[in-house]
């Protein structure tokens, strides 16, 4: 018999980007900002609340506090400035999800600070120490620098994309370089089952900022179910 292919699919949201309501009924984790690179005390409170009336899971988004750029352009902290930045962030989000009687499971940094952490093992370090202190799992790309700071200090979770092109190195293709992104469902859903099967992915992540967002989540969704996957949380 088949093995039946269990995937979660995660989605960031809480970032103002309005889409959050019609998304939530589709995925199983959802990525909350933490209020620095979008959203805000209100977004946040919105999204987990419409995560707890779904059953979806909840996890961290935290990233750089820079929404001119929505957390996409790196910075070069000190480390207890890094540190601090991410601990106050799960904190913060912590206690709003403690607050409606949920619990934060994991966390996923966001943006530029997803990329420098899978890339430089310094950030990486300094994100698994504010991960420790909560003692979440923490999401990232598989076989990065991430993947190997986590190793006996917190759980880590291997993620990959549906909307995202991937280098040979395994690395994203940059946002700002052509054909960057995956718009047609059918190759995502492709690309979905590489990942789970040759690279060891746990969770499928779909952008929640994209404008084509709930169009593109509802068809890869609808694929993935037809071809007899099951969609659950990993946490």
């Known amino acids: 018999m088949k093995d039946i292919m269990e995937i979660d699919l995660n989605a960031d949201l809480g970032e103002g980007a309005g ?22 005390p209100l977004e946040i409170a ?17 990233g750089y506090a820079d929404r001119e750029n929505f957390g996409r352009r790196e910075f070069e902290l000190g480390n207890q400035e890094l540190v601090s930045l991410c601990v106050y962030q799960l904190g913060a989000l912590d206690a709003m999800a403690s607050a409606l009687g949920l619990v934060v499971g994991y966390v996923k940094p966001h943006g530029a600070l997803y990329n420098q952490a899978c890339r430089d093992r310094r950030v990486a370090d300094l994100f ?7 003692g979440l799992p923490v999401l990232g790309l598989p076989n990065s620098e991430l ?25 994203l293709v940059p946002r700002t370089e052509p054909d960057a ?3 047609d469902p059918e190759e995502a859903v492709k690309q979905v089952e590489w990942l789970v099967r040759d690279k060891g992915v746990r969770t499928i ?12 989540t509802k068809a890869v969704r609808e694929t993935l179910l037809e071809r007899g996957c099951a969609l659950k949380a990993f946490a």
């Open 128 to 134: 698994v120490i504010a991960a420790a202190q909560f």
């Open 46 to 62: 919105k999204t987990l609340t419409l995560a707890r009336k779904f059953g979806v899971s909840v996890g961290a988004h935290p």
């Open 181 to 183: 992104f995956v718009h």
């Open 147 to 171: 993947a190997e700071a986590c190793v006996d200090r917190v759980p880590f979770v291997p993620e990959g994309f549906a909307d995202r092109r991937y280098r040979a190195d395994g690395s």
């Open 205 to 216: 992540c779909v952008h929640g900022d994209n404008p084509q967002a709930v169009a593109f």
């Open 19 to 40: 889409f959050d309501a019609e998304l939530m009924p589709l995925i199983t984790s959802a990525n909350v900002c933490c209020g620095l690179h979008a959203g805000g």
